[in-house]
């Protein structure tokens, strides 16, 4: 994956969240044997056209999310990568507030999860 970083970390309690890191950590400085995906959220440049999930002009995996997950926080989180992030700017305080709950490894996702993830989901629920 060209220029991801990570910015987010996973947490276990009866569901898993992600807690938002202070600052972004470029993903090549990430130990080689680390299974990345397991432990930490990426964020990589917005392909557009060339994903999956993008539709028309919109981010569709966004729109999944606000219209099939519920919020899990009542506040937007802090979050190191808000200003570049396509979520935000098209759903605003919508895709924030339900954010913390998308990871990218699901071994046990709610039929709101697979939905939210759609048939052509960039990440893969398994
Ligand atoms: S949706 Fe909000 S909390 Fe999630 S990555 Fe984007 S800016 Fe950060």
Partial sequence: MGEASAFAILTEGSRVRVGYLRERIDAA???ANLEIA???RL???CMEGRCAN???DHCALAA???EHLEPVVTRIPPCAI???CRWWRE???DACIRCPQVITRNTS???REIAAAGEKAAFKIS
């Fill in 82 to 84: 808000r200003s570049e």
């Fill in 29 to 31: 400085s990430l130990p």
């Fill in 54 to 56: 993008f539709e028309s």
């Fill in 64 to 66: 999944r999310i606000v």
């Fill in 38 to 40: 397991a432990v930490f």
């Fill in 109 to 111: 996702p709610t039929s």
């Fill in 91 to 93: 759903k605003g305080s």
């Fill in 43 to 45: 964020s990589a440049k």
